[in-house]
């Protein structure tokens, strides 16, 4: 595999993001120099093979700034001025106030675009970096109006040799976007979260799959998480005031379910839910593709698993997606395939007269 | 197989649950009856393989009512009328109301045990039923003082029968922990997914999966929903004023984030939120285990994946998940497989010297 991003990349945090972006770089042959505020952590990111040590010789052609939000115009102005000839992106989760100040201290902005990319994870930090965090995933770009066409396209080419899928917009559109589809959801999923601390542990024990997949991201980080709310405060306050009013309304049906009114409000808003989840694209960009799903009850042993799928081989049929759910009782698991509905049939039938128990 | 549940079992209600109730029941070979108040529905049922059409001289052991919850209490009623040798259970998501109803109309309780199958999925109606959607799940059992052992054995017995776990509460304890871990998910799944409604189509176009797993359920049947907050209305109540005070503090310090204890009032919620999502028990009642993750990069084509995990059963590893990701651009998919920290590095370098490539 070869890169489409040219010359020495420099990598200045190694965190998550930036020991992603290195181990993902490295892996193309690109020459990656990853440096960190903390030595320990430097080391620890070079070990993973993220990187290498900075050396008095590095000539990058682009930087990426992969450092906390309340810092990242710091150190990119810095980056900017210590390498005069060098491209320089950032990956901070909000952008205007960055822009703001970059603008405010004339750094020179022809050689900055800013962008972010729409990946994470829960756990932070250097060892939980994964060569494919950004795969599949959107990374947005908000060059400015003095960013560079070459500035621009050489940060498109690191999305897309990290298998990302880049989008342009303006630092202000970024912004407005991620207080809906991230900051916004972030506070509510805390916010619900928290609610279950005071719950008893036999209360919590009855929890579902919906629980479970409303709370994920609350496990998430609070220290950079004030940083990007506080940093994005007026965007995040704009769509939580929508938020609350609804809430204020929702709760005061509940206080009299049987007033006149009071279901009319509770169905408007699940109506409305209904329609703004079905807003949401699929996992890839693009409206979320249905497949058909076929469920096989197999014996939970290795080898098993091989069998079905290398027969599933046989039969021709391409798999889009595959899960595995074993019983907590039985020594019996149940695979979850997913394919094309044009392909379902012709699964269904070759893999009963093979034998497989199908469910469902 | 052979069933726990033994002679005749009646199915009221032919939607989601009552159709997986059946297709599960009858693959274990027992004598389903299955109806519903639309004979459409019932017929579309029956074709499934959910049941068989009532008859006259039908005398079932069991009877499970799974109609929507406002008409639950009277359906219950009716069954324990009509069928005086039967134990009779519900499936409905509030149960205190419904044990009220009957003892204030002086219902056999003695036969009648109020259950709650933690299951479900977005989409209703029979056509969405599968015999194992009750695999793995909690089933809740809320017998009353007055429900007969043998009862209470019946429906533990029907919970098993579909490889859900039981568990024994009080109604009221039950209505109280599902306004934690399930109205209260649900209604604030729902407002966030309103506030999408009025995002531009290009602001939800950066939506990644934290957005998608927190509003996932928002695409619930209102009707439904609307009868089971109304339901619960003092039990979500309760959750929701806690949630709306901390919204409301939230909300003061993005209004300056700048003073003086917003950062802290921001940063205790999230750390709140970080404890209440620790106390969810992982899928199977269990605390979620950790498994190590490694991820390959196959081709994208039939047979790849079954060659993979064929060589897996070779090595002896037991896959514990699977998941498969594809690339939106390129013609490979990604391959996640968690395993038992212990087999981790046994895998790794087995598939490494086989010639498989590792990311992440």
Redesign the interface.
Known sequence: MTSRTQGQVRIVGAGLIGTSVG?ALS?LGVDVIIEDISPAVQSLAIDYGAGRQPASSDAPNLIVVCVPPDVTAVVVEQELLKFPAAIVTDVASVKSAILEKLRANSADLERYVGSHP???RERGGAASG????F????W?LTPSDQSSSSAVQAIENLALDL?A?P?R?SAA??D???A???H?????????????????????????????????????D??L??QI??AN?PE??S??????A???S??KA??D?QATG??AT??S?????????????G????KATRYSIT?V?ID???????????????I???????????????PVG?VELSVLPDAESNLVSALTQRGWKL??
Chains 1, 2 share one sequence.
Do not use: C
């Open positions: 181990l892996k729409m990946a994470g994964r060569a494919d965090l795969f599949g995933r959107v947005v298998s899928s989008i917009v559109e970024h407005r976007a991620v809906y589809v991230s916004l959801p972030q506070l509510v999923a805390s916010l619900t979260a928290a609610t279950l601390v005071d719950a008893f542990d036999e209360d919590v024990a009855l929890a579902g799959q919906g629980v479970r997949d409303t709370t994920r991201i609350a496990a998430s609070p220290k998480w004030i709310l506080a405060a995040v306050r769509v939580l005031r929508k938020l609350q609804d809430l204020d929702v709760a509940l206080d379910p009071a279901l509770l169905n808003l699940l109506e409305r839910g209904n329609l703004g989840v079905a807003k949401l694209p996992k890839h960009g693009t469920t009850m939970d042993k290795p080898g098993e698993l091989a069998r079905l799928l290398s027969e599933i081989g046989e021709g049929v391409n798999l889009e997606e595959i899960k595995l759910e074993h019983s907590p009782s039985s149940l469910v469902g």
